[in-house]
């Protein structure tokens, strides 16, 4: 039985990331690389999904920040989606990190940010074949 | 394991290491008899009537009373018995010896010749020498080309001081026949059907059982006498360090009916892996034997156990009742069984929950080791109990089960029983572990069971775990070297506050960037105290917690 897991969909060019099972020294590393492996240059922002993970320590939380890192300098954005009830945000307490703007609660929250947002970007963009 | 160390032996009670001894000490015409075993030709016979042959020799040769041969069996590092003269029962009850326990164990981990002048005075693990009332015994290992390939010993009902020409006539034999069976053993397996049937099955059946923390198994699979069957039985692990136990048995016999097997366990496997219930993983696979274009139906049980609480969720799909054994008592659960899988179309699997208290096992077992003629099925139920009670461990109970259950006259029907404990909680954990980040997560298995144990609430165990398992990651990220490294992780309890001591022989590591750092944060965020004690020798880390009444 594998420790944890990752499952991924693409939904209009955002990567949603949803983690199951448990997330420790062992297997961060691993999981990393594959949701780093999944960012190509066209998806625009990762939602990384952590509610139905069963445990999350420091190892995740470096996990997380240097997504975080890697995204920021290819320009792609980072949601993390962790219910306030969850194993993810218990450690994140603990740990002193506060919830801030890339957090939100449920998927559905993360998705229709997205859409709503690239609708807003694709208005304000001249269609290329006018100019 | 002591395999690589031939030279190291170990004084035990009653044995007694021979040196090898002299090739010139055989009778010409003995040589002469063992030569004509490593005649190829010999090979083709097959290993049945190959190993009867070089019994048979070696019987005459020495004025025996008994011979056997164990083969090692690489995969579970176990010796089993596969052929044997005037102790015929080693090889129908499927005796299995760890390799370096008892005479054949040593004999095999230490690769030197045995003596044992007197059985009842020694240290030997197999019931059955002392059961035929063997007094003497002589054994040697098997090797080709440096590999182990078994024991070859000899025994003698009457006192008898085996001396070095016994020795050398047995070296004799064991240097012809043990290439040959080397080589029958490939031949038979691709030639006989038999042979590939038994095969097949046996690499069907898991090789070792799951080792989950808290939960100790043992399991035991028999063949009939001469038709292969379709019995099998699985232990595996589920997310977040649950158990799932398996048994079953298609109707039927022959290669079909083993081939069927594998089917249907492997389709148990597989859904139960999805995390479906007992019931519904057993509803699946009734669908799947439905799909099936012949006709197939086989009876199975599957239960889920939980070691943090003990709660098992059973189901059972026309299966005999399983058994829980405690201490001295038991007693025969009543599972409300649902139709065979592929009997109805649409079968709904019946659920239900039970409780395996700390120190009780769930046993499972199939027909054939209580189905007997004349006898009602629910009075070979309760002898099975009356059999298995007071078992010392799982492993005891399921030999306990083959060694009375069998009958003499060899099986009709091939036996399948596994054994799962829900063991004991210690007060005080001590563990020495190693360095590897893998352990993390079996560490957090006995936290959580322990935490249990001792009251914790769930954000009480969740935190504490936490705050632990940083404790040990911190540990193992000591390790530079890269000769194993492994640290100690202790749990005691007073009054409601609990105590971990989590030491190693590393510097608590500085730590590197606005990261790191974080584990410290957490720990100190979960526990009351914390003390982090670095030394020139090691850290140690003194955590406590005060649990809520």
Redesign the interface.
């Given at each position: 039985?594998k420790?944890g897991d990752v499952q991924f969909s693409e939904h209009e060019h955002v990567v949603v990331a949803r983690l199951?099972?448990?997330i420790?020294?062992?297997n961060a590393d691993g999981i990393e690389g594959a949701i780093a492996e999944a960012m190509l240059n066209h998806v625009l922002a990762l939602i990384l999904d952590v509610s139905a993970l069963?445990?999350l320590?420091?190892?995740g939380?470096?996990l997380i920040?240097r997504l975080r890192e890697k995204l920021r300098a290819r320009g792609q954005t980072l949601r993390l989606v962790i219910p306030p009830d969850s194993?993810a945000n218990?450690?994140l307490?603990?740990?002193?990190?506060s919830r801030n703007v890339e957090t939100v609660d449920t998927l559905d929250a993360a998705l229709a940010e997205f859409s709503t947002e690239r609708r807003m970007a694709e208005a304000e963009v001249p269609d290329p074949g006018n100019v | 394991m002591t395999l690589e160390n031939p030279h190291h032996h170990v004084p035990r009670a009653g044995q007694t290491v021979l040196t090898p001894v002299e090739p010139a000490l055989v009778p010409a015409h003995q040589i002469e008899a063992f030569a004509r075993l490593s005649d190829p030709a010999l090979s083709e016979l097959g290993l049945e009537e190959f190993l009867d042959e070089l019994l048979l020799r070696v019987q005459e040769a020495l004025a025996v009373d008994t011979v056997a041969i164990l083969l090692h069996d690489v995969d579970t590092h176990q010796l089993v018995a596969r052929a044997a003269k005037g102790i015929e029962e080693e090889v129908e009850r499927g005796v299995r010896i760890p390799i370096g326990q008892g005479f054949a164990g040593r004999i095999a981990a230490e690769r030197v010749a045995v003596f044992v002048a007197d059985v009842d005075h020694a240290d030997i693990l197999n019931p059955i020498l002392r059961e035929k009332g063997i007094h003497s015994l002589l054994g040697i290992p098997l090797i080709v080309e440096g590999q182990l390939i078994g024991v070859l010993h000899v025994g003698s009902l009457v006192p008898r001081m085996f001396g070095t020409r016994d020795l050398a006539v047995l070296q004799a034999a064991a240097a012809r026949a043990a290439p040959g069976i080397e080589r029958a053993r490939l031949f038979s397996e691709l030639e006989h059907e038999h042979q590939v049937a038994m095969v097949l099955q046996r690499s069907l059946l898991p090789k070792r059982l799951s080792d989950v923390i808290g939960v100790t198994s043992a399991a035991r699979y028999l063949p009939a006498a001469d038709e292969v069957g379709g019995d099998w039985y699985d232990v595996f692990e589920l997310a977040r360090g649950r158990l799932g136990v398996a048994i079953g048995d298609v109707v039927g016999h022959g290669v079909r009916a083993a081939a069927l097997m594998g089917q249907l366990r492997t389709a148990l496997h597989a859904y139960a892996l999805q995390d479906h219930g007992p019931a519904r993983t057993l509803e699946l696979v009734d669908r799947y034997v439905q799909s099936m274009p012949d006709y197939a139906m086989a009876t199975a049980a599957y239960a889920v156990l939980e070691p943090d609480t003990g709660e098992v969720q059973i189901a059972s799909a026309g299966h005999l009742p399983p058994l829980i054994v405690s201490g001295a008592g038991g007693r025969v659960v009543d599972v409300t069984p649902s139709a065979p899988l592929g009997a109805f179309s649409y079968g709904r699997v019946h659920e239900q929950e039970l409780l395996l208290a700390p120190g009780e096992t769930l046993v499972f077992y199939t027909d054939g080791l209580v189905e007997r003629p004349g006898t009602p099925l629910t009075e070979s139920i309760d002898e099975l109990l009356a059999v298995v009670r007071g078992a010392g461990s799982v492993d005891e109970l399921c030999r306990r089960a083959v060694d009375e259950m069998v009958p003499l006259e060899g099986l009709r029907d091939d036996v399948a029983i596994v054994a799962i404990q829900n063991s004991a909680i210690d007060d005080h954990l001590d563990l020495h572990l190693p360095a590897d980040p893998k352990i993390l997560a079996e560490i957090r298995l006995v936290l959580r069971r322990w935490l249990r144990h001792q009251g914790a609430n769930d954000s009480e165990t969740m935190e504490i775990t936490l705050a632990v398992s940083e404790a040990c990651t911190n540990a193992i990220e000591h390790a530079y070297s890269p000769a194993p490294a492994e640290f100690i992780l202790r749990a005691s309890a007073d009054e409601g506050r609990v105590t971990f001591v989590v030491s190693d022989a590393g510097r608590w590591r500085a730590p590197r960037g606005h990261d790191r750092g974080r584990g410290l944060t957490i720990i100190r965020a979960a526990m009351d105290d914390v003390e982090v004690n670095s030394a020139e020798t090691g850290t140690e880390i003194v955590m406590h917690r005060k649990l809520a009444p």
């Open positions: 039985m420790l199951t099972g448990e420790d020294l062992s069963g445990y320590d420091s190892a939380i470096h920040y194993p218990d450690a307490r603990l740990a002193g990190v | -």
